[in-house]
């Protein structure tokens, strides 16, 4: 089925759904698409006897999204009307982030850098641990614009108050300036996801409320402009040998315009060489923009010079690095670690395409519930931190007041996020 507003050729924006378990992100996509008619009634119908099955009744509109998930577990293509939402002005494509895992996968490695994000919380529990580090997240992955839907007004003991509405606006206004949001910049709209009020439709239950639709602040996005004034930033990918044609890689370019016959260099690895043509959907460019998901063939390169995390630059102004035996400063936000970590510690860093273990080498200062320590003995869950980093192979950052898109970095460990951060200060020898 497809949407009234259809259309792949309006202005394409990324946008993510994120927030604590069980306060609706699911059911809110699941609904948001069957009432702007993306989807039909009966698919929720038949999500519904299934949820019923299962001993999950009411998860009809959830299972749009986690039906999804199994489909990516068991790796079948996904109905692709699923994650695609229409507006009047743009073409969605919406990361849903259920856990902690694809999140990170999604948007941090900058393969879908969201340019927006809806974060919901619940009316009856507020703000909750993964509300706060979700909202942290999307600040230090360069989420612009951030809506909320204050989700579940229909619930019992909630009954539709307004007084329960601004008690939660309250404790989300003191969360987003702490993660250094303007509150007033960011809607908070008054919503029951699973009956549909306040998403599409506006709500008869609310009448308090004069503001605008989910889906109203959702079209109202502003555009981001695409940084084209600047030097050109593209991180590879991957690199493929093509029979016939040569070595091409691949990537997104994050900033500046990449040109065919032009030089360009490759760091950490620090080849250069000339851009024979550039492809895009199947097309030969003469050019490349922000945003546009390219291959480019080189001239004289062997597929083994260059690497994924890479990134290609001009030769007058070559994308930063930092070599094994250099250090940059970090500035990061732990989310859940299961110890305490203290200098030495070597998570894996993911840095745009770049995945490297990086070491923990002197812990500068931390800020816990506000209060700020010089040089503490470790770090917990919760921490905010200034940290010196040491890479252990050569890796491709830049500072944040340079570029802030290849500054943000995810650290892993054990399978799971533990921190998000960016690069403040790169220390070159």
């Known amino acids: 089925m497809s949407s009234q507003w259809e259309d792949k050729s309006k202005p394409h924006l990324n946008i993510?759904?994120?927030?604590?378990?069980?306060?609706?992100?699911?059911?809110?996509?699941?609904?948001?698409?069957?009432?702007?008619?993306?989807?039909?009634?009966?698919?929720?119908?038949?999500?519904?006897?299934?949820?019923?099955?299962h001993g999950k009744a009411g998860f009809g509109l959830a299972y749009v999204m986690d039906g999804l998930k199994e489909e990516r577990e068991r790796g079948i293509t996904i109905d692709v009307a699923h994650k695609e939402l229409f507006t009047p002005n743009y073409y969605f494509t919406i990361i849903d982030a259920?856990?902690?895992?694809?999140?990170?996968?999604?948007?941090?490695?900058?393969?879908?850098?969201?340019?927006?994000?809806?974060?919901?919380?619940?009316?009856?529990?507020?703000?909750?641990?993964?509300t706060r580090e979700h909202a942290f997240l999307a600040r230090v992955l360069g989420v612009k614009q951030l809506?909320?839907?204050?989700n579940k007004m229909d619930i019992s003991g909630v009954d539709y108050s307004?007084?329960?509405?601004?008690?939660?606006?309250?404790?989300?206004?003191?969360?987003?300036?702490?993660?250094?949001?303007?509150?007033?910049?960011?809607?908070?709209?008054?919503?029951?996801?699973?009956?549909g009020e306040n998403l599409y439709n506006k709500s008869s239950n609310m009448p308090w409320y004069k503001g605008q639709t989910l889906f109203e602040a959702i079209d109202g996005i502003q555009m981001p402009s695409k940084p084209t004034d600047r030097p050109l930033r593209l991180p590879i990918q991957d690199v493929y040998k093509i029979s016939g044609i040569g070595t091409v890689p691949v990537g997104k370019i994050e900033t500046g315009v990449l040109y065919a016959g032009k030089t360009v260099i490759f760091n950490p690895s620090q080849k250069s060489a000339e851009v024979k043509s550039i492809e895009m959907h199947h097309t030969n460019v003469a050019k490349a923009e922000p945003g546009d998901n390219i291959g480019f063939n080189v001239r004289g390169l062997a597929a083994t010079d260059i690497r994924r995390g890479d990134v290609a630059?001009?030769?007058?102004?070559?994308?930063?690095?930092?070599?094994?035996?250099?250090?940059?400063?970090?500035?990061?936000q732990l989310m859940e670690i299961p110890k305490a970590i203290g200098t030495g510690y070597t998570p894996v860093f993911h840095c745009h395409t770049s995945q490297v273990a990086v070491r923990f080498v002197e812990l500068l200062e931390k800020t816990s519930k506000g209060t700020k320590e010089a040089n503490p003995p470790f770090l917990k869950t919760g921490d905010a931190a200034m940290i010196r980093f040491a890479p252990t192979k050569p890796m491709a950052?830049?500072?944040?007041?340079?570029?802030?898109?290849?500054?943000?970095?995810?650290?892993?460990?054990?399978?799971?996020?533990?921190?998000?951060?960016v690069c403040i200060k790169i220390e070159k020898k």
Do not use: W
């Open 16 to 53: 993510v759904f994120i927030g604590h378990v069980d306060h609706g992100k699911s059911t809110t996509v699941g609904r948001l698409l069957l009432d702007t008619g993306h989807i039909e009634q009966h698919v929720i119908d038949k999500n519904e006897k299934l949820a019923v099955e």
């Open 98 to 130: 259920p856990g902690h895992r694809d999140f990170v996968k999604n948007m941090i490695t900058g393969t879908s850098q969201a340019d927006a994000a809806v974060l919901v919380c619940a009316a009856n529990d507020g703000v909750n641990a993964q």
């Open 147 to 150: 809506i909320i839907n204050v």
């Open 162 to 195: 307004e007084d329960r509405y601004n008690a939660v606006v309250k404790e989300l206004h003191q969360l987003l300036k702490m993660a250094g949001f303007k509150p007033a910049d960011v809607p908070m709209i008054p919503c029951s996801s699973f009956l």
């Open 313 to 332: 630059g001009y030769t007058d102004t070559p994308p930063a690095f930092v070599r094994h035996d250099e250090t940059f400063i970090g500035q990061i």
């Open 397 to 421: 950052i830049e500072e944040m007041s340079d570029f802030p898109e290849l500054s943000r970095f995810a650290i892993r460990d054990m399978g799971k996020t533990v921190a998000a951060g």
